[in-house]
């Protein structure tokens, strides 16, 4: 079984168990780095390769609920609109817009002109047809765009749509991934690439519509363990890897390859709200019991924040100074325990603790779950594969989840309302299945309203979450990306890969 070198580093308090030895495979992969020039043909400088760490869930902008459906869809579909880092909304497809008046008191009609380009086949109709589409599939995204009500082609690249709610919501709804547009199976000519080849598991490969300024092809390789990726990339074999942690002071790896942003994601704990026995106090419990900051500093080698509640620090910045809701302390998570509504029987059930099977999710998790057991709680991991962690979870299956959240568009409210509204459960983005009374009505004063300022909402729904704790709070790790020469070290394009 492959050993990540950064368990080494580890305080016994982490180690679940005996390390596991290098096995063979592992020495003939170091073995093969001695040797990754030999006979190597070059690569043309048109056609990239970039590392999924898993297989696409879909090609469907629809069904695209996981992270590497979204990275290869957004070069494939063109956007209606896209948020830029200070959560404005920018015309991408859409030449303009004008909101004008509706059919009826709360009927809205929103006229749109979109860009005509004779390489594209994306029509007025196209959009409309997409817009429909996405209304009436069934599934968790429905109820999200219940708001559309229907359209009407005006010309060729103009249209109207009509829609119910706030101007600002319909806007950043039509930003998402799911609403991007939908005009053919992915091997239709549409975006700037289309999809030349799928073999699953393995890699995707997109060739180009038109000249742009990645080349003509990319290939993306699914690489579940990133020291495979490693060895790809200095075989000249990958041109951009999501660089994990552990693998950052490789003596492979070159400083000056390596990209560090401030994360735009959050790792949490999803507690089931389903079950009654997990009640305020003993979410309060276990989020006192975490220590959080040693976590950071031994497994993630400083390269993270606590997060502020569901928030990155970089986004809560913006509108409080607010710190660590929960810092760890193991008496007030005692205390809080005690008052629980199942204590003290709750000490004797094993708790089902979920998680991804990865190597740096397998790490993290074993960390949280010795501080839950230190805790006096009976806990059990289970590794998963990822599609199955997130099939199940969205059937309310599991107690605790560790998950990952990376905002589709900037700002608190990309957080907000698809992890905690009431009509987002499961697969929706409400993976711990949450629900409060006050955040419903303040979701709903949100989604109505045409402002752009909705800070006051923002922190009450702030405060509502602080009190409530329906996951266990986490960090954002930073995230470190290796870069190869065939991309310039000033584009634009490394957020390519979140």
Same mark, same amino acid.
């Given at each position: 079984?492959?050993?990540?070198?950064?368990?080494?580093?580890?305080?016994?308090?982490?180690?679940?168990?005996?390390?596991?030895?290098?096995?063979?495979?592992?020495?003939?992969?170091?073995? @093969?780095?001695?040797?990754?020039?030999?006979?190597?043909?070059?690569?043309?400088?048109?056609?990239?390769?970039?590392?999924?760490?898993?297989?696409?869930?879909?090609?469907?902008?629809?069904?695209?609920?996981?992270?590497?459906?979204?990275?290869?869809?957004?070069?494939?579909?063109?956007?209606?609109?896209?948020?830029?880092?200070?959560?404005?909304?920018?015309?991408?497809?859409?030449?303009?817009?004008?909101?004008?008046?509706?059919?009826?008191?709360?009927?809205?009609?929103?006229? !749109?002109?979109?860009?005509?380009?004779?390489?594209?086949?994306?029509?007025?109709?196209? *959009?409309?047809?997409?817009?429909?589409?996405?209304?009436?599939?069934?599934?968790?995204?429905?109820?999200?765009?219940?708001?559309?009500?229907?359209?009407?082609?005006?010309?060729?690249?103009?249209?109207?749509?009509?829609?119910?709610?706030?101007?600002?919501?319909?806007?950043?709804?039509?930003?998402?991934?799911?609403?991007?547009?939908?005009?053919?199976?992915?091997?239709?000519?549409?975006?700037?690439?289309?999809?030349?080849?799928?073999?699953?598991?393995?890699?995707?490969?997109?060739?180009?519509?038109?000249?742009?300024?990645?080349?003509?092809?990319?290939?993306?390789?699914?690489?579940?363990?990133?020291?495979?990726? !490693?060895?790809?990339?200095?075989?000249?074999?990958?041109?951009?890897?999501?660089? $994990?942690?552990?693998?950052?002071?490789?003596?492979? *790896?070159?400083?000056?390859?390596?990209?560090?942003?401030? =994360?735009?994601?959050?790792?949490?704990?999803?507690?089931?709200?389903?079950?009654?026995?997990?009640?305020?106090? /003993?979410?309060?419990?276990?989020?006192?019991?975490?220590?959080?900051?040693?976590?950071?500093? *031994?497994?993630?080698?400083?390269?993270?924040?606590?997060? *502020?509640?569901?928030?990155?620090? @970089?986004?809560?910045?913006?509108?409080?100074?607010?710190?660590?809701?929960?810092?760890?302390?193991?008496?007030?998570?005692?205390?809080?325990? @005690?008052? @629980?509504?199942?204590?003290?029987?709750?000490?004797?059930?094993?708790?089902?603790?979920?998680?991804?099977?990865?190597?740096?999710?397998?790490?993290?998790?074993?960390?949280?779950?010795?501080?839950?057991?230190?805790?006096?709680?009976?806990?059990?991991?289970? $590794?998963?594969?990822?599609?199955?962690?997130?099939?199940? &979870?969205?059937?309310?299956?599991?107690?605790?989840?560790?998950? /990952?959240?990376?905002?589709?568009?900037?700002?608190?409210?990309? /957080?907000?309302?698809?992890?905690?509204?009431?009509?987002? /459960?499961?697969?929706?983005?409400?993976?711990?299945?949450?629900?409060?009374?006050?955040?419903?009505?303040?979701?709903?004063?949100?989604?109505?309203?045409?402002?752009?300022?909705? &800070?006051?909402?923002?922190?009450?729904?702030?405060?509502?979450?602080?009190?409530?704790?329906?996951?266990?709070?986490?960090?954002?790790?930073?995230?470190?990306?290796?870069?190869?020469?065939?991309?310039?070290? =000033?584009?634009?394009?490394?957020?390519?890969?979140?």
């Amino acid at each position: 079984m492959f050993y990540p070198r950064f368990l080494d580093s580890v305080s016994s308090q982490f180690q679940a168990g005996p390390k596991p030895t290098l096995t063979f495979s592992l020495a003939f992969l170091l073995l @093969s780095l001695l040797f990754y020039g030999c006979g190597k043909a070059a690569r043309s400088p048109e056609k990239l390769v970039f590392s999924l760490p898993s297989d696409p869930i879909s090609l469907d902008p629809i069904r695209s609920t996981d992270l590497s459906s979204r990275i290869v869809l957004k070069y494939i579909y063109p956007r209606l609109f896209e948020i830029n880092g200070e959560g404005q909304v920018l015309p991408s497809l859409v030449r303009s817009y004008k909101l004008a008046e509706g059919p009826s008191s709360k009927i809205r009609r929103l006229i !749109l002109e979109i860009h005509s380009d004779p390489k594209s086949n994306v029509s007025a109709q196209t *959009v409309l047809d997409s817009l429909e589409r996405l209304k009436n599939t069934p599934g968790p995204r429905k109820s999200t765009y219940s708001f559309l009500k229907g359209g009407k082609v005006l010309s060729d690249f103009s249209l109207e749509i009509y829609f119910e709610g706030g101007l600002r919501e319909a806007l950043e709804k039509l930003s998402l991934p799911q609403a991007w547009i939908y005009c053919g199976p992915p091997e239709t000519a549409c975006g700037e690439f289309k999809l030349a080849e799928w073999k699953r598991n393995n890699y995707l490969r997109l060739v180009a519509n038109q000249s742009n300024d990645l080349g003509s092809e990319i290939l993306f390789r699914v690489l579940p363990q990133a020291s495979t990726g !490693l060895y790809l990339y200095f075989k000249d074999e990958l041109d951009l890897m999501k660089l $994990p942690v552990f693998l950052l002071k490789n003596s492979l *790896v070159k400083e000056d390859h390596i990209s560090i942003r401030k =994360g735009g994601g959050v790792q949490y704990v999803a507690i089931n709200s389903k079950d009654v026995c997990f009640d305020k106090n /003993f979410r309060k419990a276990l989020n006192y019991s975490v220590d959080k900051r040693t976590i950071i500093q *031994v497994l993630l080698e400083g390269k993270g924040e606590v997060s *502020v509640g569901p928030f990155p620090k @970089s986004i809560s910045n913006t509108w409080t100074s607010s710190e660590e809701i929960y810092p760890y302390d193991l008496s007030k998570a005692k205390d809080s325990l @005690s008052k @629980s509504i199942c204590y003290p029987k709750i000490l004797e059930r094993e708790l089902e603790f979920r998680m991804r099977g990865d190597e740096e999710n397998q790490a993290n998790g074993a960390a949280i779950v010795q501080n839950l057991k230190e805790l006096g709680l009976k806990i059990r991991i289970l $590794p998963m594969e990822k599609a199955a962690l997130y099939k199940e &979870n969205g059937e309310g299956k599991g107690d605790l989840t560790l998950l /990952f959240w990376y905002a589709d568009l900037p700002g608190p409210f990309a /957080f907000l309302d698809p992890l905690f509204a009431g009509d987002r /459960f499961g697969n929706g983005g409400n993976r711990a299945f949450y629900s409060n009374p006050k955040m419903e009505k303040l979701f709903q004063e949100i989604r109505s309203t045409d402002k752009t300022d909705i &800070n006051p909402q923002i922190k009450e729904a702030f405060s509502l979450l602080a009190e409530d704790a329906p996951w266990i709070f986490l960090w954002s790790p930073y995230e470190l990306y290796l870069i190869g020469d065939r991309l310039p070290k =000033g584009s634009n394009r490394r957020s390519d890969l979140p």
